[in-house]
């Protein structure tokens, strides 16, 4: 005989599913925002295009083999109070470096 559908037991692990999606989208959420605001202080402060900024972010996280939300965090911070890993600073002068800057619309053409 198969199984009532809507069965206690299956209603319970269905709830206990979809709570878990919930969390993990909650947390993708939170993720993106803190990654986008990294986006933006590499826009703004490295002068470069928002795909070059996440290619920047993507960059210094291989290569300090630190996650990329991580990553991200620290900048964060350091757009708020000035303190930067050294490693990450130094990978982030890096990859500065090999992706930007890219010039300022209507600035002054740099000398």
């Known amino acids: 005989m198969a199984p009532v559908p809507h069965e206690p037991a299956d209603e319970t692990d269905r709830i206990f599913a979809l709570q878990e999606e919930v969390d ?9 925002a803190v990654v ?5 202080i590499m ?9 070059q900024g996440w290619a920047v972010l993507k960059d210094v996280s291989q290569h300090t083999n630190i996650k990329l939300r991580a990553v991200a965090e620290l900048i964060l911070i350091w757009g708020r109070n ?3 890993p050294p490693e990450i600073k130094a ?21």
């Open 43 to 51: 826009v703004a402060l490295g002068r470069v295009t928002p795909d």
């Open 82 to 84: 000035g303190d930067l």
């Open 36 to 40: 986008d605001q990294a986006i933006g």
């Open 24 to 32: 993990q989208l909650k947390e993708a959420v939170v993720s993106h």
């Open 91 to 111: 990978g982030l002068e890096d990859a500065l470096d090999r992706y930007g800057p890219t010039q300022i619309p209507e600035a002054p053409p740099e000398r």
